[in-house]
Each structure stands twice: as C-alpha cells, then as structure tokens.
C-alpha cells in the first residue's frame, strides 16, 4: 500500500477506535492511538506474514501486545485486512462479544496472545521467540509495550533473558508517547535514558518517530543478528486528534458524543457504520 493510502487508512483506523469506544463508553482511546502507525508499520508493509484466513498458520509470525488495553487499535486493524467482520468492532466489551476489553486469543481470529497484566505480555513474547528458535522456525516475534508498562520489574527480567538467550527473532517496540494513567511518566516514575538501558541489557536499539511508518518499517527490519532488537519508537498519546493529543486523562476515559463527532470532523471521516 503507497504511503499516502496508508495515510488515510490511519484516519479510519483511528475513525473505527473511537466509534468503538464511543459506543461502549469503556476503554483506552489515549494508548489507541499511539500505537496506529506502530500496528500498520508490521500489517500493511510485508513486515509480518499471516494469513486473515488462517490466523493459526504456523507459518505466521506472532504480535503480541503487550499494552494490552490499546487492543481497539489491533482490533480496528485485524477487522480491516479480514480477520473477522468490521460490524464486529461495534460490540467491544459488551457481553458474549468476542472483542474483550484486553486481548483474547482463544475468542479472537489474530490475535496470538492474551494480555493486559502489564509486564507480562513482553515475556511470554521472549518465551513464544524462545520455543520457535527450538523448533528452527525462522519466524519473528513482536511485542508492543507501554511506557508506564516498563517500571514493572518483569519487563527487565524478560530484557536479561532475551539477550542471554540471542533471541534475534524478537523485535520488542515501545509505545513511548510519555504518559500513563495518572500523568507523566516523570511524575509517576522516572524511566531514565531507556535506549541505554536497552542497550546495557543486550539489545541492538535504534530509535524513531513512532508515526512515521517508513521509519518504522526500516528500524524493525534492520540487522540484529545474535541480539533481540527494540525500536523506541517515540509517539503521542491520542495522536491524530488534537483535543485528546499529549493528554493523560485520555489514557482511560470513553469519548462522549459531542467529543467523538468533534474527533471525526477533525480526521475528516464520516460515521459510515
């Protein structure tokens, strides 16, 4: 797909996270949107190989999302390229839908882990890389994590053991867009010089603009053999919509009506169900 189509899918993208949330009154719009471009980088770019119509192919590379409460952004994504229909999106997190407010991976075609407990997501992702180098696939692994996600201890014990193991089918991409639920990431927990850190655990770094999805792309496929890679790719929270951009208490707080017809005039998208 030409970057200006991908530009334009973006705004529906991020059209289909707000309806979804909108219509719910539940859910994560903030941590969604950063995370647009991240997910269409690895999907609409021959990055990832899977298949809508087989998403268990064993062939199929595997996304977990770590920060799992941005899964409307994947949602929104699986539902455009077929995975299951789009009118499904209209029923996240209400009862018997198979959209839960976190990933599921035994009621949702794509989706190739459950997540949510923050920190946990990244290391089953070094374990899921782990078990297809022993089985020689040469398939990869992606883990999108959350900046307030890295102050949990697991995510570095995950970190050691990825870089002691070589794990170079593993790409580990943060969501650095520099808020979490009750503010700055500097306020709550100061994470540091995250490159570095990183870096001092084993990886091979490189850091981008988390919304530019050519960078992207070329920051996860460059070389890294014997280290597992991580991409800081550096983002903002409710981009695309300017009233909830570079705002925390977007992190977990449902668009009402007048929000979400503001959103979509603003991305230039129509309601078209």
């Not at 890294?224 to 909830?244: A, D, R």
């Amino acid at each position: 797909m030409e970057l200006a189509m991908q530009k334009e899918k973006a705004k529906h993208l991020r059209a289909d996270i707000l309806k979804m949330l909108y219509l719910c009154q539940s859910g994560h719009p903030g941590g969604s949107l950063s995370t647009v471009e991240m997910l269409m980088a690895l999907y609409y770019n021959d990055v990832m190989k899977f298949d809508p119509k087989n998403p268990k192919w064993e062939g199929r590379d595997r996304l977990v999302l770590s920060k799992g409460h941005a899964c409307p952004a994947l949602y929104a994504v699986l539902a455009d390229l077929g995975f299951f229909p789009r009118e499904d999106l209209w029923t996240l997190r209400q009862l018997h839908s198979h959209l839960q407010g976190h990933p599921d991976m035994k009621k949702t075609p794509g989706v190739d882990m459950n997540t949510g407990s923050l920190g946990q997501g990244v290391a089953v992702a070094g374990g899921i890389a782990m078990a297809l180098k022993q089985k020689g696939s040469n398939n990869r692994v992606f883990a999108i994590v959350g900046d307030g996600e890295i102050q949990e201890g697991l995510v570095w014990e995950a970190a050691m053991s990825a870089a002691h193991y070589k794990l170079d089918n593993l790409v580990v991409m943060l969501d650095h867009n520099g808020l979490q639920i009750d503010g700055s990431n500097d306020q709550v927990m100061s994470l540091g010089d995250v490159m570095k850190k990183y870096e001092a655990f084993g990886f091979e770094c490189v850091k981008v603009d988390g919304h530019d999805i050519e960078a992207i792309v070329k920051a996860v496929n460059m070389p890294h053999e014997g280290k597992p890679l991580f991409v800081c790719c550096e983002t903002h929270k409710g981009h695309g919509v300017s009233f909830m951009e570079d705002q925390f208490g977007w992190h977990g707080k449902a668009p009402s009506k007048e929000d979400y017809e503001n959103a979509l005039k603003e991305l230039g998208v129509s309601d078209n169900g």
